[in-house]
T-cell receptor, first 116, second 111 residues
Framework: KAGVTQTPRYLIKTRGQQVTLSCSPI?????VSWYQQTPGQGLQFLFE???????NKGNFPGRFSGRQFSNSRSEMNVSTLELGDSALYLC???????????????FGSGTRLTVV | SQQGEEDPQALSIQEGENATMNCSYK?????LQWYRQNSGRGLVHLIL?????REKHSGRLRVTLDTSKKSSSLLITASRAADTASYFC???????????FGRGTSLIVHP
């Protein structure tokens, strides 16, 4: 069974640019959640998508957005990049909404974004 | 804000010793989960314990939950160098099943 796949693995962008990250969940998982991980703030929840609808949202500015497709694959977009957006972006999939199913998350390896 | 806080922040032990990490949380939980993260990689789910459970085991891992003290502990028995990683607790509460993560405990196991 394939795991959660995130692409690209590494990304370097310039301030002001935008970026799109991709996440393919485990087959059959309908929920995809995104987290930002930085040394200063730790793991911060961005948003969760379930059945193509955003179900939960963290406390991030509107520059951070996402979507989910009918095959459960998800993308997140960050517009007008700032230096502080440099982070490891992790996506996680689960069978049901969040960890309601009781199975916990399966995480991808992350996308390391560096903004210069 | 962090719902769970791990203690200690860092732990250094010799191979073969046991490692105990603690997690305290602030509000009543639905479930509490433990994850491991190797440097710069994604997190790996270890154990999920529900609020009505007190103890769970998985191989060399044992998780306990004390809801009266709002705390949980993760015990790794007979540690190996390969257990070197950061360990995070994450909890869900209220009507939300989105886990909120703590800052993690960095475990180093010396061969």
């Amino acid at each position: 069974k394939a795991g959660v796949t995130q692409t690209p693995r590494y990304l370097i962008k310039t301030r002001g640019q935008q970026v799109t990250l991709s996440c393919s969940p485990i087959s059959g998982h309908r929920s995809v959640s995104w987290y930002q991980q930085t040394p200063g703030q730790g793991l911060q929840f961005l948003f969760e998508y379930f059945s193509e609808t955003q179900r939960n949202k963290g406390n991030f500015p509107g520059r951070f957005s996402g979507r989910q497709f009918s095959n459960s694959r998800s993308e997140m977009n960050v517009s007008t990049l700032e230096l502080g957006d440099s982070a490891l972006y992790l996506c996680a999939s689960s069978p049901g909404q969040g960890t309601h199913s009781g199975y916990g998350y399966t995480f991808g390896s992350g996308t390391r974004l560096t903004v210069v | 804000s962090q719902q769970g806080e791990e203690d200690p922040q860092a732990l250094s032990i010799q191979e073969g010793e046991n490692a105990t990490m603690n997690c305290s949380y602030k509000t009543s939980i639905n479930n509490l989960q433990w994850y491991r993260q190797n440097s710069g990689r994604g997190l790996v789910h270890l154990i999920l314990i529900r609020s009505n459970e007190r103890e769970k085991h998985s191989g060399r891992l044992r998780v306990t939950l004390d809801t009266s003290k709002k705390s949980s502990s993760l015990l790794i028995t007979a540690s190996r160098a390969a257990d070197t990683a950061s360990y995070f607790c994450a909890s869900t509460s209220g009507g939300s099943y989105i886990p909120t993560f703590g800052r993690g405990t960095s475990l180093i196991v010396h061969p």
